[in-house]
């Protein structure tokens, strides 16, 4: 590799810092990616899509333990009516989940 100079004001090296900070790069990392037309997520959005996925995760846990619950228990506590309105919100709530994901 071999070095590109560039000259900036010290306020825009400030600016520059802060975004790479913020990208989770180093500034010469987040110039190369900025400059390459990379798409650059911070590490909040970052963490943002881990947790939205680990959410997705509860979300089908639930729905397979309902659906274990279901098949060993059938009959027992509520209607089926109940069961398929709540799989039908568990479902609703993934696509959702997944719809964010795909945006972030």
Known sequence: ??????????????????RAQAAGLSVSAYLRAAALGVRLTSVHDQKAILALLQLNADQGRLGGLLKLWLVSR???GVGP????????????????????????
Request: no cysteine.
């Open 81 to 104: 009516g109940e069961v398929r309105r709540l799989l039908h919100d568990i479902e609703t709530v993934q696509i959702q989940l997944r719809a964010l994901i795909d945006r972030l």
């Open 1 to 18: 590799m071999r070095p590109l100079k560039t000259f900036v004001s010290p306020k825009e090296r400030v600016a520059i810092e802060t």
């Open 74 to 76: 059938a009959g027992v």
